[in-house]
């Protein structure tokens, strides 16, 4: 099973890219993050005659979330458990083909002195726990998408210039690692230790065409799904591409559990 996440910035703006990417690299499911749009206005007809169904979560002008997939979606929770009053579209879960995905669209939490910092690590602490509960399940399960969080020095152009930012903070690097400290793995880093790799590179002062850029998306594997790992990588390729979205793609691919 290939699995691929990607924050399209604008799903309308992002369209043709989306089919493009769907057609040549053909994942079994991806996982989409930013739609900007809300539920109905999700582009199902299109993604459909692309040979996927799709499930998404929106709002309108902000954040949303979708899971793409070639089989038969079983959504499970719509929204991240843990806050009734939360109205922000940045978490779909789904069961496919066995395996236990979630989009997720973590918010950015800048700036740091103010409230959209300590919704960020609110939010993050839900996760946690949220993730712990899934261990339990005893399935294989990928927490994929949109963390807005720089894992370590590895994963940043130069570290001096996100001192300020709450990607970079040390709450929210804590955070991310109190969710891999419970069991889960890394994808991308596991099979690839090369410093130096990115997925988001912002559109000023030329990030792109210098390589400046940071890795933000992540795909989590519980242990049930590491055991499954055979390869997993970051696409450049649709972040090159005229209107292109910040980030690009990740993947991973899980190997058919042996019967």
């Excluded at 996440?5 to 993050?33: C, E, M, Y």
């Excluded at 792109?208 to 696409?235: F, K, T």
Aim: proline share 7%; charged share 25%; with cysteine.
């Amino acid at each position: 099973m290939r699995i691929a996440t990607w924050n399209v910035n604008s799903i309308k703006a992002r369209l043709p890219h989306v089919l493009d990417f769907l057609a040549g690299a053909k994942p079994d499911v991806l996982l989409l993050q930013e739609l900007k749009c809300q539920t109905e206005d999700f582009p199902r007809l299109e993604i459909e005659a692309a040979g996927y169904r799709a499930v998404a979560a929106g709002q309108k002008s902000y954040n949303g979330v979708a899971v793409l997939a070639r089989g038969p979606i079983e959504v499970l929770a719509d929204r991240l458990p843990g806050s009734r009053d939360d109205p922000q579209a940045r978490y779909l879960e789904a069961r496919i083909d066995g395996v236990r995905v979630a989009s997720i669209y973590l918010p950015n939490g800048n700036p740091i002195d103010s409230d959209k910092f300590a919704y960020k690590l609110a939010w993050f602490e839900r996760l946690e726990r949220h993730a712990a509960h899934l261990l339990e399940s005893g399935e294989p399960v990928v927490l994929a998408g949109d963390y807005n969080v720089i894992p370590g020095p590895d994963d940043v152009y130069d570290p001096a210039d996100w001192v300020n930012d709450a990607l970079w903070r040390i709450e929210s690097r804590n955070a991310l690692r109190r969710i891999l400290w419970r069991g889960y793995v890394d994808a991308f880093r596991v099979l690839n230790p090369l410093p130096h790799q990115y997925t988001f590179w912002d559109y000023q002062a030329g990030r792109w065409q210098r390589n400046e850029g940071i890795r933000i998306d992540h795909m989590l594997l519980s242990p049930q799904a590491a055991d499954r790992l055979v390869a997993s990588g970051i696409d450049r390729g649709p972040r090159g591409r005229e209107k292109a979205s910040d980030h690009t793609p990740v993947w991973c691919e899980l190997a058919t559990p042996a019967p």
